[in-house]
């Protein structure tokens, strides 16, 4: 299994910016798809989190700016991000909890992540 994030790039303060991440592999079943950053000399932070029925949860930081969604046709998770701030400069991973044929568990598993930066 593989995820594969994309959509990164250099945005301007209040510009907009929508990350993809796609699964790929021998994939029975996608539980929860997560998105998380981590910006330089900080810890990695759960930013958003879209469960299997599309329940959404958001960090406080970025309620009400960021969306997240999902395409279980595609295996794909987006964040669509608004009002971008310099704060949000980070590198952007995608997480999922996958089930692959013949095991009965899920596994978490990461992508490689995207740069964003916002700066003018």
């Known amino acids: 299994v593989q995820l594969q994030a994309s959509g990164g790039g250099l945005v301007q303060p209040g510009g907009s910016l929508r990350l993809s991440c796609a699964a790929s592999?021998?994939?029975?079943?996608?539980?929860?798809m997560r998105w998380y950053r981590q910006a330089p000399g900080k810890q990695r932070e759960l930013v958003a989190t879209?469960?299997?029925?599309?329940?959404?949860d958001y960090a406080d930081s970025v309620k009400g700016r960021f969306t997240i969604s999902r395409d279980n046709a595609k295996n794909t998770v987006y964040l669509q991000m608004y009002s971008l701030k310099p704060e949000d400069t980070a590198v952007y991973y995608c997480?999922?909890?996958?089930?692959?044929?013949?095991?009965?568990?899920?596994?978490?598993?990461w992508g490689q992540g995207t740069l964003v930066t916002v700066s003018s």
């Open positions: 997480n999922a909890d996958i089930r692959t044929w013949g095991r009965l568990r899920d596994i978490g598993y």
């Open positions: 879209i469960t299997s029925s599309s329940s959404t």
């Open positions: 592999g021998s994939i029975a079943s996608i539980n929860a």
